[in-house]
């Protein structure tokens, strides 16, 4: 009789609960609407230090800003399919991001063996997608507002081929000339991002890699969802090897730190996508947060590549 009281107790416990939770949803206060302003004119560019995202500056002391800064509108242009043995990819030529990847060996549920699990995605309540570009001292570089131009819509890893190379160009008012490249290895989830850049002015080139990552999370809710996976940033660096950065903490607690070597990285689950950057390269690591709902983390050079008039470099 105790056991049964004890089971009614319970039962009666866990109802009243859903009624509770079903009670504050009901009267919760709509979201407030999110508005997105469509990017304007890049703010002039210097040395590096604090970035200002979307698009990192090369220099600039922090300032302190009244409420979030506004999400840029996510402009798109042509989308460049891309096919290895292991990744179906999505480049938007505006910016040369990396918008979409399946992992075609992971499928989303047993049941959907056809179906890739989306690692990336430009759209939907969990966007996630990843930036790079270039910053510097002087001109205008190319950074993921810039709207760069393809030669193929749509590249496939042949049978016997090893290597998938992707190259997306755009040249500077000033004159130099970049071509901005994805590379693709049979069998590999690591994917190679360089800039060669064409010095065709009279003085010498300067300028510093970034990478970044944005991401949008809705965090699922309900009683039963007791202890959820961890969805947010993590860096690693060589003095404090691992740590999270939750999502939640970017806003009070934004990123800056000097770093030789490390990555940054975005997790879900059973999945991350990652920066990787050489060991011996100088890096500052930041983050961001856009009107309250993208979260950026990033790294950026602090050693600069130079590349001499007339002549050639790879970044």
């Given at each position: ?98 918008r979409e ?113 944005q991401r ?80 950026v983390l ?18």
């Amino acid at each position: 009789m105790d056991n049964q009281r004890l089971f009614l107790f319970f039962a009666l416990a866990i109802v009243l609960m859903l009624i509770w939770q079903a009670w504050e949803q009901h009267n919760a206060p709509p979201p407030a609407p999110v508005t997105a302003t469509a990017p304007g004119t890049p703010a002039p560019q210097d040395a590096p230090g604090v970035p200002q995202a979307p698009v990192p500056r090369a220099a600039e002391t922090a300032t302190a800003t009244a409420g979030p800064k506004p999400a840029e509108a996510l402009a798109s242009d042509a989308r460049i399919q891309v096919r290895t043995d292991v990744i179906d990819a999505v480049i938007d030529t505006q910016g040369g991001d990396m918008r979409e990847l399946n992992l075609r060996r992971y499928p989303v549920t047993l049941d959907k063996p056809e179906e890739a699990f989306p690692l990336l995605r430009d759209a939907g309540p969990e966007l996630f997608i990843a930036q790079s570009g270039l910053i510097g001292l002087e001109g205008q570089y190319p950074n993921h507002r810039t709207p760069f131009t393809a030669e193929v819509g749509r590249y496939t890893l042949a049978d016997g081929q090893n290597e998938l190379r992707v190259p997306l160009f755009w040249r500077a008012p000033d004159g130099v000339r970049y071509t901005k490249t994805y590379i693709f290895r049979r069998g590999s989830y690591v994917v190679d991002v360089e800039f060669a850049v064409k010095n065709e002015t009279r003085r010498e080139w300067t300028g510093y890699l970034y990478g970044q990552f944005q991401r949008m999370h809705t965090p699922t809710s309900g009683i039963f969802n007791v202890v959820p996976s961890y969805t947010g940033g993590a860096i690693y660096t060589p003095e404090n090897k691992y740590e999270k950065i939750p999502l939640d903490n970017m806003a009070e607690k934004p990123l800056k730190r000097e770093v030789t070597g490390g990555w940054v990285a975005m997790l879900q689950h059973y999945f991350v996508g990652s920066w990787l950057s050489a060991k011996d390269q100088r890096n500052e690591f930041y983050t961001d947060v856009l009107d309250g709902t993208r979260h950026v983390l990033g790294f950026k050079n602090l050693t600069p590549t130079q590349v001499a008039p007339g002549a050639s470099g790879v970044v």
